[in-house]
């Protein structure tokens, strides 16, 4: 009997173990959301209903968005409106080799998670795409927009994949991710080697190279300063909560000597910046930027420049709501 007791014991333990251990790697494992995307140089995650959550604490209601016509047909149609209805989005950026093509600069393939009407979305795509096809149980519908075609599957009863890269591909990669989506810590390279580094309770995050047709010889002209962007730094984004909206972004420079340049040249634009926006006119978008400038630091560690910031109570709603900033700028 004691024998029998102790095997028992044995099991529970191993069980209660192994749930423990399943559940810490959940916790710490990508969103689902992200996990499905395809390789890409660049992904994007915003929580949008931890968003209005934190929004709501903040007591920062966001005003009813002006839809565009044929949005709003969509709406009306299938019953989905992202500024209700969306849950998460997961954007992966597929820098083109072309920029002057008709996908630009960079194409992108989403994975939206939301309150969703498979039907009604099913019925709208199949009135409004020239091309069909079935890959892994899943029909792709091929919808023309502005010279690409666009292509949606629905994935899961909550979610959808979009993408309008040249080439099926992938689409098909976030479809054969799907089968693996249970797997924690499966997922593209790119969040393989950085989502570890995001920290806890991220409203909003982001992750990649820019190398991107930026501007003039490859740079960024703000308050008349030219700040260049390597192609080959890595640039990790937040927006977390930590007692209040807190932003981090952080390049991954290709050595210690860029990584001191950047930190210089950043410090100099914060410094222009604040003596710039000194001026503005009092309002809630105004002051709120004149905040977010007062708290942000530069710092460098070795190969690695960060900046942190509070976002003021104000801003977010401020500037999601259209009111932007520094408009007498």
């Not at 959940?26 to 390789?39: G, H, N, S, V, W």
């Not at 080697?193 to 002209?221: C, K, R, T």
């Amino acid at each position: 009997m004691l024998r029998r007791t102790r095997r028992t014991l044995w099991i529970v333990a191993v069980v209660v173990l192994v749930l423990a251990a399943a559940v810490y790697l959940r916790f710490k494992a990508p969103p689902e959301a992200a996990r499905l995307l395809p390789e890409s140089d660049g992904i994007l995650y915003m929580n949008v209903g931890l968003a209005r959550t934190v929004m709501q604490l903040m007591h920062t209601p966001l005003k009813p968005i002006t839809k565009d016509p044929e949005y709003q047909k969509f709406v009306d149609a299938v019953g989905f409106d992202a500024e209700r209805d969306l849950d998460e989005a997961a954007i992966a950026m597929h820098r083109m080799d072309n920029p002057n093509g008709p996908n630009g600069p960079v194409a992108y393939s989403m994975v939206l998670e939301g309150k969703i009407d498979g039907k009604k979305l099913a019925a709208w795509l199949a009135a409004h795409a020239t091309s069909q096809e079935s890959y892994e149980g899943h029909t792709v519908y091929g919808i023309p927009s502005e010279g690409r075609t666009v292509r949606v599957a629905q994935i899961a009863y909550d979610t959808v994949a979009v993408s309008n890269f040249p080439s099926t591909e992938p689409i098909h990669s976030i479809l054969d991710r799907h089968r693996t989506a249970a797997l924690p810590f499966s997922g593209s390279t790119l969040l393989a080697e950085h989502y570890s580094e995001m920290p806890l309770l991220s409203v909003a995050w982001g992750m990649g190279q820019i190398g991107l047709p930026l501007g003039e010889n490859g740079q960024i002209h703000i308050f008349g300063m030219g700040l260049p962007i390597p192609a080959s730094s890595t640039f990790l984004a937040s927006v977390h909560w930590a007692g209040g909206l807190k932003v981090r972004v952080e390049e991954i420079a290709d050595s210690d000597a860029t990584a001191s340049q950047q930190a210089a040249d950043l410090s100099l634009l914060l410094t222009l910046a604040r003596g710039a926006t000194a001026g503005l006119g009092a309002n809630p978008a105004n002051n709120g930027l004149k905040e977010l400038l007062k708290t942000a630091t530069v710092t460098q560690k070795r190969n690695r420049v960060v900046i942190n910031a509070v976002l003021p109570k104000t801003l977010p709603a401020e500037l999601a709501n259209g009111d932007g900033a520094g408009s007498q700028f």
